[in-house]
């Protein structure tokens, strides 16, 4: 055998004996249409939440319940409507990553920073998020 076909071999091998270990997991997308939804998820597994959102009324979106035993906040951020006219929606990107096996519940509320519980809040985004272990 020559020495080109014994290193493809070698890289043959070495590709199929490790793929299951080099394959990414998917990443979970949600928008307003999983409010009240449950997801499952695996250990680091990225869920992704973007919401509509208008900084120019003054509310935001605040997380306001997360077990981060098993779901970690990494992100939050404002993305500015697509075209800059005064007073038009954007939206909020919110990136959580799934830490560890368990069950929580992942609940945002839209409202005005500084107002209190006492106030309702004007909209509201929660799914139940169940994360797998690993598999060994």
Do not use: H, K
């Amino acid at each position: 055998m020559n020495m080109g076909r014994f290193v493809c071999l070698c890289m043959t091998v070495l590709a199929v004996s490790v793929g299951g270990c080099l394959t990414p997991l998917a990443n979970i997308y949600l928008d307003e249409s999983a409010n009240g939804s449950t997801v499952t998820a695996s250990v680091s597994t990225l869920i992704v939440v973007t919401l509509a959102s208008n900084g120019s009324t003054g509310y935001q979106w605040e997380l306001t319940q997360l077990d981060t035993s098993v779901l970690e906040n990494t992100a939050d951020t404002y993305l500015p409507p697509a075209i800059a006219l005064p007073g038009a929606p954007g939206s909020e990107r919110w990136e959580f990553v799934a830490r560890a096996a368990g069950t929580t519940t992942l609940r945002l509320e839209y409202r005005r920073p500084g107002e209190g519980q006492e106030v309702d809040p004007a909209d509201t985004f929660e799914v139940t998020v169940t994360v797998s272990a690993p598999e060994s």
